[in-house]
């Protein structure tokens, strides 16, 4: 609570699926409407209001993707999809229909396809479009927050969600995550307030004692600039080779995180990533881990940086990055 703008209240639970449905359960409850937005590109967990749209087929752009079998038509048709950092979809969006929004959920950085970054002005109007209509800004932090900054992106980016939800570097992947929030909403879930908020193993002792250790030891920053050091250093390792080989690549950084696309710029919003060259994506992705360097192999996923990465590692990676890329 004192390194997380929005953060006057806290919930523990253990998955970061969990704290996002009670997130929008406790919207739906505050503002009396049933509908959520989203963005085509985010993933939120494996609950049917957020369980589609994410890394989607050209053909299914604009329409319902859902990831999997089982999930309930009337809960998916909830939720509306719309592309990131486009300011005038959400104004339009909220223009016709904002009187049945509850919330509006976002992964501040989408990381789920790889590093793709917000616009300032399309954080701008999250804040100010949502505080017009009525719904609740919901930052979904479960990768950005405290890996990018202890306070989370909303740290970096001034821009204070209503509600946030963490998980993964708080413990640094003990299983624990958080729903963060402004008092006037988090006090739903307490006596009188109407909304149930619940489960066996929250707030359970081992998760909570590694998000203690993690956040005292990142305290100092020194974990963050040596992270943020080592992954700066790799995209720009990988993206001097990409050019001096004369392959198109576009290696994206922010923090810990570095994902080299196989496309030139720009990358603003999903359907931007359409142009990825996947098969050389996973390709190369393929051939590091043959060479024991393992890059998740599927294309648009992000690398991180951890604290036990060393100066030698990315030398490393490089080396092995030039061998491979030469030899796609
Ligand atoms: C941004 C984001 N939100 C929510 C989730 C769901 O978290 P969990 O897998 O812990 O349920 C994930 C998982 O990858 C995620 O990346």
Excluded at 164 to 192: E, H, Q, W
Excluded at 199 to 226: C, F, K, M, R, W
Excluded at 259 to 272: A, N
Aim: hydrophobic content about 45%; some cysteine.
């Amino acid at each position: 609570m004192r390194h997380v703008p929005s953060a006057e209240r806290v919930l523990l639970t253990n998955s970061g699926s969990e704290a996002t449905y009670a997130a929008l359960r406790l919207a739906r409850a505050v503002t009396g409407r049933n509908k959520i937005i989203k963005f085509q590109g985010t993933y939120h967990g494996w609950h049917d209001a957020v369980l589609m749209n994410v890394i989607s087929p050209p053909e299914k752009i604009g329409q319902y993707d859902p990831l999997s079998l089982g999930m309930l038509p009337e809960v998916i048709q909830q939720t509306l999809i719309l592309p990131f950092n486009d300011v005038e979809a959400l104004a339009d969006t909220l223009q016709e229909r904002g009187d049945e929004i509850a919330a509006i959920l976002v992964e501040v950085i989408p990381h789920n396809i790889g590093c793709v970054l917000p616009r300032p002005e399309f954080l701008q109007a999250l804040r100010e479009l949502s505080t017009r209509s009525g719904a609740l800004l919901i930052f979904d932090e479960v990768i950005t927050g405290f890996r990018h900054a202890l306070g989370g992106y909303q740290s970096i980016c001034g821009v204070t969600p209503d509600l946030s939800t963490f998980a993964k570097a708080m413990a640094n992947g003990y299983p624990i995550a958080a729903l963060a929030g402004k008092a006037a909403y988090m006090d739903r879930f307490g006596p009188g307030g109407g909304v149930m908020f619940a489960g066996t193993y929250n707030g359970h002792p081992v998760g909570v004692s590694a998000a203690l250790a993690t956040i005292a030891i990142l305290e100092d920053g020194s974990v963050h600039q040596h992270c943020f050091g080592l992954a700066q250093r790799a995209a720009a390792g990988i993206q001097q080779i990409g050019d001096e080989l004369g392959i198109p690549m576009k290696v994206v950084v922010f923090g810990s995180v570095f994902v080299p696309y196989f496309m030139e710029g720009p990358i603003e919003t999903y359907t931007d990533l359409l142009r990825n060259d996947n098969a050389r994506d996973v390709s190369f992705r393929r051939t590091m881990c043959d060479h024991g360097i393992f890059m998740l192999p599927t294309a648009l996923k992000r690398n991180h940086i951890s604290a036990a990465h060393t100066a030698a590692d990315i030398d490393r990676t490089l080396e092995t990055a030039r061998r491979v890329l030469h030899d796609l």
